[in-house]
């Protein structure tokens, strides 16, 4: 008998089911989307039952039309978009709608929780208090929806619903739990000191599980609404950037994650819980048992490329305007582009930066631009690098993954900003590689997440740094990492002015 694992990525426009064989092949795909409530400027919210409907219609795809036997789903484990706020009553019913990580009402709560908890707050959850993350959500429901409140019994995240609602049992892994910030890192348990400051009953928080642990099996309930069997094992699954980094390999120290989506995030495998970035950086729990992940986030990288396409190059293909930078020099013949065009998040937290080119002369022409942003994009990724550098953490291997893989130019280009070694994956699936991996090692079909991506995760091309190349780029990046001091009091009041006469 065939025997598969599903992973589900529960992303935020869409859920896309995998399910894959012992031999790490995907064998079929499934997809289905739903949509953003926004009522209101700064707004982001869904509908939990959208997430179970949909994630129950791709299943049934993938046993009806690709012919998956429900006896031959063995496990299942999950890929969740972080931070979304699942608020239930004491019948586990959903109070509300959830409030999800994109939601930007809540600074008043974020300031709240640095006035009253100060550094003591990152020292606990090794993170600032951030718009996007859990618990700033929960204040502003309990100050603004107080007959909510009073009724809610147990918050959830977004997979953690979903996975409750397979298999009728509450729980929460570890790094989806450090994106609430609700959680003492080091103790690995519910911060009683962050409840009480808040007023939130310890009860409100879910039992802990491992990524890997068993959450039960199907309940006959979802069985027959979703013709799945009662013998499939569910696991704990992980935040999305968690399961990303599993899929993607990013198992030891001396590796880091170089991910260009719209945004950017560089992801870096960590095992000592005492690390200190002092909220520069996130730093969560990995989907790996006792083990960790930091992560910067760079708000307009691939929306930097796509912003410069559709304003200047709109009669050009993606993959040529791209590789027009080719016919530029290292250093875009003395051009510089900070990617800063929607604020940015790391190492600057700081929404009122703007974007910049600098050095422009009449001699630079179009590709020398997009070399420029090319470029700008990692300059921005080295930043946040110099960051490990500063705190002694080595690595050797960065893996590219992303539209910043697509290209060979840019992977060279990244291998020569960093001055290291740069791979791709044959087979990037994301998350939801990394959600069937978690699945995989759970049932013991390998004995570790090592033995799991040997079979799963496939490497491609190394990149290796030019030296001439690198010296060339580590000058340009001293250069450039003066660029956000110089400009950010310009950009402030450019803002300003922008909001008096608009």
Known sequence: MNEYVLGVDLGTSAVKVSAMNRDGEIVAQQSFDYPLIQSRPGYSEQNPEDWVSGT?????????????????????????????????DANNQVLRPAILWNDTRTTKQCREIEAKLGSEFTDITKNKPLEGFTLPKMLWVKENEPDIWSQAKTFLLPKDYVRYRMTGKLGMDYSDATGTVLLDVKDGKWSQTICDAFDIPMSMCPPLMKSIDSAGTISSSYAIFSGLDTHTQVFGGAADN??????AGILSPNMVLSSIGTSGVVLKYEEDPTVDYHGVLQFEDHAIPDSYYSMGVTLAAGYSLNWFKRTFASDESFDDMVASAADSTVGANGLLYTPYIVGERAPHADADIRGSFTGVDGTHKKNDFVRAVLEGIIFSFKDIMDIYDENDKQFDTVVAIGGGAKSPLWLQIQADIFNKKVVSLTNEQGPGMGAAMIAA??????????????????????????????????????????????????????????????
């Open 56 to 88: 129950t219609v791709a299943i049934v795809r993938l046993i009806l039309d690709d012919h998956i036997k429900p006896e031959e789903i063995s496990g299942i484990s999950f890929s969740g978009q972080m931070h979304g706020l699942v608020l239930l």
């Open 242 to 247: 968690a399961a990303g980094a599993v899929g």
């Open 441 to 502: 090692v759970g049932l013991g079909w390998f004995k570790d997440f090592h033995e799991c991506a040997e079979k799963f995760v496939h490497f491609g091309k190394t990149y290796l740094p030019n030296p001439d190349n690198a010296k060339k780029y580590d000058q340009l990046h001293k250069i450039y990492a003066q660029v956000y001091e110089q400009t950010k009091g310009i950009s402030q009041q450019l803002l300003a002015y922008r909001r008096e006469n608009n």
